[in-house]
Every structure is written in structure tokens, then in C-alpha cells.
């Protein structure tokens, strides 16, 4: 069966709603937290050397940038068909390259030929290095886009925080760029010190934080969904962490290799006035906003909130529907979702939350709404007497229903 016929009888098969496989990620520089529910047998299935997995992308069309070890489509949501005959898969890239609007709308396929965002799950037991990912203009340097990203920190996700849930964001005001390109100078010289020109912030549950394409941070090690642009891009400007020793490749990584040595590049990555803000919390920092009345929404049996809303590039929302109600949910774009708690029915589909998953294992908690399906409205169905249902959705650029 060729790609567009797979994803032609899926997109039939669902009504408009495409059922996705999980999609596991592993990062060689970082420990696995262990709170994305794969099988405890499983962090470590593809082996030492390519690292644990702490990540779980969502909705991607947007290949994983982890070096010559990188495993064909990692980082590739793929869109699951089944039937009688058995189940067969495509990569919502392809699918979206062949249907173009009918999955993700003519307004987002027109502009940019492509689904320019995704989600994913970062799942990681101590602190990331201070790092940044680059902007337009500096990532065009390595044919990528630059990429901002937003953090959401799911309550059912992190039942612990970790070794440091507290994350370091931008440069402390009254830093010189001498201070931290000397860090950088330092950088094979053992712990580069670049923190202590930072601050941090708490972590809390059930909040989020904007971190725009140029902003230096060290993410704490809440469990975190972060939507964000379709880029992998990233640079590594802290040389030790959780005494982890950070390769020196990292620092460069997204530098072009004509340009490998060049401090002052690495300087022009960072967008200094952005960071040295001295009111970052209350520029970057989110906490839910509904998306319509309270009461209203309460009276028509859900409750749904904005919970990434700062970037133009991509936003997201929280959507509860309470036991035993049926309510029909429009949106003006297309999205990926994921179940986050309770069981019942979304569409045409049977939808679950699983406690525990193996590698390779399908599930019913991953899913893509067209546009067409999201403007017509999703019927959604919670039987339980008791468990809500909690559903995470995540939009591409310049949703209509998001004004603020």
C-alpha cells in the first residue's frame, strides 16, 4: 500500500482524527527520570551508546539531531493504520506531504509547506546544561530554523521533581560579555563556572515558561512538555553539570565547521538584551488562563485553559472534561493531543491513559486532529464516575482562538 494510500484510509478510518505511535528519543548526555511511563526494562533498550530515553516526541515531523548513531525516522511521529490485514504506518511528515491542507489546513500548508512545530516530553533526572538554540539567522547558518520553545509542567507527570527543579534562565543584569565569553574560552578547562552569571527559579506543577530562540537556560528536572518549533537545533555553553562532563562537540554543535573556534560567533548566538532582563519571570513565565468563562465552561461539563501562549510559533492548551460527561470540543486549527489522565472516547476513537508502556508497543493516548475535524468539533466522552479526563493539545503557528 503506498503512503498516501495508508494515509488516506487512516485519515478515513479516524473521521479526520489520525491515531499516532509513540515516538521515544534518546539523548547521550542525559539520564532518564523515569516518569514517561516506559518499561522500567526499556530507558536503555537501544543500547550505552546511544544513551537513555528521556524523551517522548509528540506530533513531529521534525527528525532527531542525535549524531552519525541517529536511528532511521528517530523523531518521527508515525500515523497508525489498522485493520483486518494487520497494521501498517506512515510518518505524519510523509502523510503531510502528500495530503498537505486536508491534515493540517491550507492556511498553515500555504505558508509554510510543512507541520512547523511539535511537542515532546522531556523526562530528566537531574539538570540540562545551560544552553541555547539559535535563531533564524544563526541556525540558516546549518540549513535548520531557529528555535523557540515553551515548558508546561504536567501535574500527573511529576509525582517527583528530581535532583534540581529549578531551572536557570538568562544572564543576571550587571554581567559584562567579556564574563561570559570568558566561560566559554574555559570550556575545556573543567566547570566553566557560567551559572554563577544566571538565575533560577522554582518549578511548579500545573505553570509553564516561555523561552524564546537566543535565551540561554538550564532546565530543571521537572518533567516537562514542551511544544516548540520544528528545529533540533541547540548549543551546549555549560561544561559541567550533576559533575557530568559536557564533550566540547556540543558547544559547537549548530556552528558551522568553518566557523568551529570562533568565540565571537557563539557570542552573537546569544540575544543579550533578551537576557539580561532584569524582569524574566514576569516577561517569560506562564500560569493557565482560561480560554473562555469559567463558569460557562463549568455548566457545559469541561474546563480548558491556555498554557502555552507567548510565541507565535506555536501555543497549547489543557482541556479537563469531567466524569461522566459528553461535551463537543471546536477549535479553529489542527493539533496534536495527548491523554494525560482517564479513559473514554474522542471521536471515533477508544481513548486511555496506559500506567506502563514497552518500546514498540502501540497505545491509545496519541492522536492528531485535522483542521477540518478540529472546526467541526470533537465529541468527547468520559464514562468514568470519578477520573477526569486530561487531554494536552498542541497548535501550530498563529492560532486563531488565541488572542490575548
Not at 491550507?106 to 546544561?129: A, H, Q, V
Not at 478540529?374 to 497548535?395: M, Y
Amino acid at each position: 500500500m503506498g503512503l498516501s494510500s495508508i494515509a488516506e484510509k487512516a485519515l478515513e478510518q479516524g473521521k479526520g482524527i489520525l491515531r499516532l505511535a509513540p515516538t521515544w528519543v534518546p539523548r547521550s548526555f542525559c539520564v532518564p527520570g523515569r516518569r514517561i511511563k516506559l518499561h522500567p526494562d526499556d530507558y536503555y533498550v537501544l543500547g550505552g551508546e546511544r544513551g537513555g530515553i528521556d524523551e517522548r516526541w509528540l506530533s513531529s515531523t521534525t527528525p532527531a539531531e542525535n549524531g552519525p548513531l541517529t536511528g532511521e525516522n528517530e523523531g518521527l511521529s508515525q500515523i497508525v493504520f489498522e485493520d483486518e490485514s494487520g497494521v501498517q504506518k506512515v510518518t505524519l511528515k510523509d502523510a503531510v506531504s502528500e495530503l498537505k491542507g486536508e491534515i493540517i489546513g491550507d492556511r498553515l500548508w500555504d505558508e509554510y509547506k510543512s507541520w512547523p512545530m511539535y511537542s515532546k516530553f522531556f523526562d530528566n533526572m537531574g539538570p540540562l546544561p545551560h544552553h541555547i538554540h539559535h535563531r533564524d539567522e544563526h541556525a540558516a547558518m546549518v540549513g535548520q530554523n531557529g528555535k523557540p520553545e515553551a515548558y508546561y509542567f504536567p501535574p500527573q507527570l511529576n509525582n517527583h521533581g528530581g535532583d534540581f527543579p529549578y531551572t536557570f534562565i538568562g544572564i543576571a543584569p550587571g554581567t559584562s560579555k567579556e564574563q561570559i565569553k570568558e566561560c566559554l574560552m574555559n570550556f575545556t578547562k573543567g566547570d566553566n563556572k557560567i551559572t554563577n552569571y544566571s538565575q533560577a527559579f522554582r518549578l511548579e506543577p500545573g505553570t509553564g515558561w516561555d523561552v524564546p530562540p537566543g535565551m540561554l537556560h538550564a532546565p530543571g528536572s521537572l518533567c516537562t512538555y514542551e511544544p516548540q518549533k520544528a528545529s533540533d537545533i541547540f548549543a551546549m555553553y555549560q561544561s559541567l553539570v550533576n559533575e557530568a562532563v559536557i564533550p566540547e562537540e556540543l558547544l559547537w554543535k549548530g556552528t558551522p565547521e568553518d566557523r568551529i573556534g570562533d568565540y565571537d560567533l557563539l557570542m552573537e548566538v546569544i540575544d543579550w538584551d533578551l537576557n539580561v532582563n532584569p524582569n524574566l519571570m514576569e516577561k517569560h513565565f506562564m500560569r493557565p488562563k482560561p480560554v473562555k468563562d469559567v463558569a460557562e465552561m463549568e455548566a457545559e461539563g469541561y474546563s480548558e485553559n491556555w498554557i502555552c501562549y507567548k510565541n507565535e510559533a506555536y501555543s497549547a492548551k489543557e482541556l479537563t472534561v469531567f466524569p461522566g460527561q459528553t461535551v463537543t470540543i471546536t477549535d479553529a486549527a489542527a493539533y496534536g493531543m495527548i491523554v494525560m489522565q482517564g479513559h473514554g472516547k474522542f471521536g471515533v476513537w477508544d481513548i486511555e491513559t496506559p500506567a506502563l508502556i514497552r518500546y514498540g508497543q502501540l497505545t491509545n493516548d496519541e492522536f492528531f486532529v485535522t483542521e477540518r475535524a478540529a472546526q467541526e468539533g470533537v465529541v468527547i466522552t468520559n464514562p468514568s464516575a470519578n477520573d477526569p479526563i486530561v487531554i494536552l493539545k498542541h497548535f501550530g503557528p498563529l492560532n486563531p482562538d488565541l488572542v490575548f
